[in-house]
């Protein structure tokens, strides 16, 4: 073997040790297969995870609605979105662009009557990122350990000049990481509201405003988009710790409040012919001829007849020689799976079934506090 003393021209790259960086977070296989790690805190289950969020939307679209929406039911406990059951906690709102009258009455709408919860800090003012923004958050943090959520209305106000000489995606990138190494130093879901671009796209990624290095950084992304048809919009999410999906909302305009919709987005984001149709047969044991459709939704015959008929050449529906139509997951002749009968409760059996009457597609939020690996302040 040639070394460096029988080869003067040749040196050790890296023998001082104290000048060569190191490897951080290094596992071999066996040992991370075998470690346990706590599992994520959900501000919201199944939406919003600790980490970094990028809530995305068109002006106007209801982003501050939905954001101080989730901000209330998160402090006080409850159901976000009408639907979703979440622990309570401390949060934080930055109201970037709001005065405190503008946020008084906009809460006043959605409490409806309901006390204001002590859990909720507000504040319409906060330095940027890079002259101490994330430094006034971590104090806020610091003084508030079981905190649950933080939602930044706009990231704008808040993430700073970009660094001299930074490549635009270079730039996303380190903002969202900024605001990252928060969220992951205390366990904690931040929220950035973000806008979109005024081009449409159908990838929904493509349409945050700015470089893909936003949503490349965040852990979370959501994109609130105006639907027609019955859904007032359609949140589409991606995210780490989430799987790729779509949800319809309604927005109840009296009260503020973004309501999520039960059941697929395209039976919400059809025509009303189109989605009571869909509804109805759907609900059914057995594949059905126009007529009964038309009497069971309360619409004129010739209209069901003719609207079955464009749905199944659009592969909505699935149809017969009979002329009878059914839905694409159970198509015409094949009847639905019987339930298994199930046996009653005993003393001796009740364990085995407890929990299963109330399991749904959304996890539920783990009851104990997780604790960031790193204490300390925030430096």
Same mark, same amino acid.
């Given at each position: 073997?040639?070394?460096?003393? +029988?080869?003067?021209?040749?040196?050790?790259?890296?023998?001082?040790?104290?000048?060569?960086? !190191?490897?951080?977070?290094?596992?071999? =296989?066996?040992?991370?297969?075998?470690? @346990?790690?706590?599992?994520?805190?959900?501000?919201?289950?199944?939406?919003?995870?600790?980490?970094?969020?990028?809530? +995305?939307?068109?002006?106007?679209?209801?982003?501050?609605?939905?954001?101080?929406?989730?901000?209330?039911?998160?402090?006080?406990?409850?159901? /976000?979105?009408?639907?979703?059951?979440?622990?309570?906690?401390?949060?934080?709102?930055? +109201?970037?662009?709001?005065?405190?009258?503008?946020?008084?009455?906009?809460?006043?709408?959605?409490?409806?009557?309901?006390?204001?919860? #002590?859990?909720?800090?507000?504040?319409?003012?906060?330095?940027?990122?890079?002259?101490?923004?994330?430094?006034?958050?971590?104090?806020?943090?610091?003084?508030?350990?079981?905190?649950?959520?933080?939602?930044?209305?706009?990231?704008?106000?808040?993430?700073?000049?970009?660094?001299?000489?930074? #490549?635009?995606?270079?730039?996303?990138?380190?903002?969202?990481?900024?605001?990252?190494?928060? =969220?992951?130093?205390?366990?904690?879901?931040?929220?950035?509201?973000?806008?979109?671009?005024?081009?449409?796209?159908?990838?929904?990624?493509?349409?945050? #405003?700015?470089?893909?290095?936003?949503?490349? =950084?965040?852990? $979370?992304?959501?994109?609130?988009?105006?639907?027609?048809?019955?859904?007032?919009?359609?949140?589409?999410?991606?995210?780490?710790?989430?799987?790729?999906?779509?949800?319809?909302?309604?927005?109840?305009?009296?009260?503020?409040?973004? !309501?999520?919709?039960?059941?697929?987005?395209?039976?919400?984001?059809?025509?009303?012919?189109?989605?009571?149709?869909?509804?109805?047969?759907? !609900?059914?044991?057995?594949?059905?001829?126009?007529? @009964?459709?038309? %009497?069971?939704?309360?619409?004129? &015959?010739?209209?069901?007849?003719?609207?079955?008929?464009?749905?199944?050449?659009?592969?909505?529906? $699935? #149809?017969?020689?009979?002329?009878? &139509?059914?839905?694409?997951?159970?198509?015409?002749?094949?009847?639905?799976?019987?339930?298994?009968?199930?046996? /009653?409760?005993?003393? %001796?059996?009740?364990?085995?079934?407890?929990?299963?009457?109330?399991?749904?597609?959304?996890?539920?939020?783990?009851?104990?506090?997780?604790?960031?690996?790193?204490?300390? /302040?925030?430096?």
């Amino acid at each position: 073997m040639t070394t460096a003393a +029988a080869a003067p021209h040749l040196r050790v790259v890296g023998a001082d040790t104290k000048t060569v960086p !190191q490897l951080r977070g290094t596992w071999t =296989a066996d040992q991370l297969m075998t470690a @346990a790690f706590p599992e994520p805190r959900w501000a919201v289950p199944g939406l919003i995870a600790e980490g970094v969020t990028l809530l +995305a939307g068109p002006p106007k679209v209801g982003k501050s609605w939905l954001s101080l929406g989730l901000g209330l039911t998160v402090a006080a406990g409850g159901r /976000a979105l009408d639907m979703i059951g979440v622990q309570a906690g401390p949060v934080l709102y930055l +109201a970037l662009e709001d005065t405190p009258r503008r946020l008084q009455q906009r809460m006043g709408v959605l409490l409806q009557g309901q006390p204001a919860p #002590s859990n909720l800090t507000l504040a319409t003012g906060c330095p940027p990122l890079t002259q101490g923004g994330d430094t006034a958050i971590a104090a806020w943090l610091d003084t508030h350990r079981n905190a649950r959520l933080v939602v930044i209305d706009v990231f704008a106000k808040i993430r700073g000049n970009s660094p001299p000489g930074a #490549s635009a995606y270079d730039a996303d990138y380190a903002a969202v990481t900024r605001v990252k190494r928060l =969220a992951d130093h205390y366990g904690v879901a931040i929220v950035l509201v973000h806008h979109v671009r005024k081009a449409g796209s159908d990838d929904f990624l493509a349409e945050v #405003s700015g470089t893909n290095g936003l949503a490349g =950084a965040a852990d $979370t992304t959501l994109v609130l988009k105006r639907a027609r048809g019955q859904a007032d919009a359609v949140l589409h999410a991606t995210g780490r710790d989430i799987d790729e999906t779509e949800y319809a909302l309604h927005f109840h305009a009296n009260a503020g409040a973004w !309501q999520l919709l039960d059941g697929p987005v395209q039976e919400h984001t059809l025509g009303d012919t189109r989605g009571a149709i869909l509804r109805h047969l759907r !609900q059914q044991e057995q594949p059905q001829p126009p007529k @009964a459709v038309a %009497e069971a939704i309360g619409m004129a &015959y010739d209209t069901v007849k003719r609207t079955c008929l464009r749905m199944a050449a659009d592969g909505q529906l $699935t #149809s017969d020689t009979g002329g009878r &139509y059914g839905t694409p997951n159970r198509p015409v002749g094949v009847p639905r799976v019987p339930r298994v009968p199930q046996p /009653a409760f005993t003393s %001796e059996n009740g364990t085995d079934h407890e929990g299963q009457l109330g399991d749904h597609a959304v996890p539920r939020v783990p009851l104990d506090h997780h604790t960031p690996e790193k204490g300390g /302040a925030w430096a």
